[in-house]
Nanobody
Framework: QVQLVESGGGLVQAGGSLRLSCAAS????????MGWFRQAPGKEREFVAA????????HYVDSVKGRFTISRDNAKNMVSLQMNGLMPGDTGVYYC???????????????????WGQGTQVIVSS
C-alpha cells in the first residue's frame, strides 16, 4: 500500500510557475507508475501527466506538453510536477496517484489508479 501527500499548490499569476511535490510512504513506491490529475470546479478529474516506475517513461496530456515536467526520485519516495507558463485553465485541485498493478502504460484515466493523495489547490489568476 502507498500513502500520498501533495504539497506546493498556491495562487500564481498567469505565466508564472509552481512546483508540486508528492511524498509517498510505503516500501513499494519505486515499483508504481505514478500520475498527476487535476479537477476544476464542476468538471471531471482530468489526467495531466504520468511517469513510469523507473522514471524512463513520461506521458502528458496535450494541453500541458512543453510547459509541465513530471519527475520522480525513488530514493526519496517523491514525485514532482514542475509547472511553467501557467494559464487560468490550469486552475484546479491537483492530485498525485499511484497506478494499479493491472494497469497498462500509460494510464490516463482515474480508474487506472489505486491510490490517491488528498490534493493541493492551484489557482492561476489572469
Amino acid at each position: 500500500q502507498v500513502q500520498l501527500v501533495e504539497s506546493g499548490g498556491g495562487l500564481v499569476q498567469a505565466g508564472g510557475s509552481l512546483r508540486l511535490s508528492c511524498a509517498a510512504s510505503g516500501p513499494t513506491f519505486s515499483t508504481f507508475n505514478m500520475g498527476w490529475f487535476r479537477q476544476a470546479p464542476g468538471k471531471e478529474r482530468e489526467f495531466v501527466a504520468a511517469i513510469s516506475w523507473t522514471g524512463a517513461g513520461t506521458h502528458y496530456v496535450d494541453s500541458v506538453k512543453g510547459r509541465f515536467t513530471i519527475s520522480r526520485d525513488n530514493a526519496k519516495n517523491m514525485v514532482s510536477l514542475q509547472m511553467n507558463g501557467l494559464m487560468p485553465g490550469d486552475t484546479g485541485v491537483y492530485y498525485c496517484a499511484a497506478a494499479s498493478w493491472r494497469t497498462g502504460w500509460p494510464a490516463t484515466t482515474p480508474g487506472g489508479y489505486a491510490y490517491w493523495g488528498q490534493g493541493t489547490q492551484v489557482i492561476v489568476s489572469s
